[in-house]
């Protein structure tokens, strides 16, 4: 007789830019989470699914929690985090090897009002000249009567995951596979597609732009040879607009090259991909605009 099936899902939280889509994309071995230097990249919750043999993960990779909740946007993102929170069986939390500040306070303190266990993940040890500096902050959560298991790791360097892992693992109740085994995220071609285009952008401009701007997808088209992809990238104001076309439309070529690039390596075929850049006056604020522009459908 078999032994049973394990099938769970997984939060993997923390205050941005502590690295949770970098920490995703590793365990699941595939680029699903788009990821940048920019704090507040990740801007929805999105599933990573991993089957290795009876054994089923379902990470979700959550918008970093965080206190400035000046526009809408932002507390849609907090939103979105912490209704994953409620609902998992395991939650990591992510913490940087030497910062726990403000924002990582809150987190912990929403996270103990749950039943899900916790482990919580020490990140970026691969920079560390001496793994003792590390104790402070494991010291500070066990003060405050935390109940985690704690593991050092690098999700950059890919180091200790595997241990990691198998703490995950012996948390996941017995339970059927939720999703088929091939099956690597719950999210259309088209979410992953957009949100390639705006990695870009975070990846190319400066600290303002990227956060003004967002992308649809308004037509995908499966052709015979190639796949035809026409997207408009939505900013705020008449001046973004300029400085993301750029000179002759040069910075848009560019960040449509890049795109193109990784678009092609996820959909597995030739991509035609057409950009174009329109003004929406205060997207960002405005809660009808967002549901407009697809957020609040997670």
């Known amino acids: 007789m078999s032994s049973p099936t394990r ?12 690295g949770k889509s970098t920490l995703m994309n590793a365990l699941i071995e595939q680029k699903i989470s788009i990821t940048s230097r920019k704090p507040q990249t990740t801007r929805h919750h999105i599933l990573g699914i991993k089957t290795v043999e009876r054994v089923q993960i379902l990470f979700v990779d959550t918008p970093g929690i965080h206190s400035n909740q000046k526009r809408a946007i932002n507390r849609y993102m907090n939103r979105a985090a912490q209704s994953v929170i409620k609902d998992v069986d395991v939650i990591v939390m992510l913490v940087d ?18 039943s899900s266990k916790l482990i919580v993940a020490v990140n970026k040890v691969d920079r560390l000249t001496d793994t ?45 596979f939720y999703f088929s085994p091939n099956e690597v995220t719950d999210r259309s071609q088209k979410f992953l597609v957009a949100e390639l285009v705006r990695e870009k952008l975070m990846r190319q401009f400066g600290e303002e732009l990227p956060y003004a701007s967002t992308i649809q997808i308004e037509r995908m088209e499966w052709q015979e040879k190639v796949v035809q992809i026409e997207a408009t990238i939505f ?51 405005d809660e009808r605009a967002l549901k407009s522009l697809g957020y609040g459908e997670d």
Not at 236 to 256: D, P
């Open 132 to 176: 003792a500096e590390v104790l402070p902050i494991i010291a500070r959560l066990k003060d405050r009567g935390i109940e985690a298991t704690f593991v050092p790791i690098s999700a950059s360097k890919q180091s200790n995951l595997e241990v990691l892992e198998q703490l995950i693992i012996e948390h996941l109740p017995e339970s059927p």
């Open 235 to 285: 900013v705020e104001r008449v001046g973004q607009k300029a400085i993301l076309v750029g000179r002759s439309g040069a910075k848009l070529k560019q960040v449509g090259i890049d795109a193109r690039r990784d678009i092609e390596s996820l959909l597995e075929k030739q991509v035609m991909l057409r950009l174009w850049v329109k003004v929406k006056r205060g997207w960002s604020d």
């Open 97 to 114: 090897r030497h910062i726990f500040n403000a924002d990582d306070e809150m987190i912990m303190d929403r996270i103990q009002r749950t």
């Open 7 to 18: 099938a769970g899902y997984v939060a993997i939280v923390g205050r941005p830019n502590v």
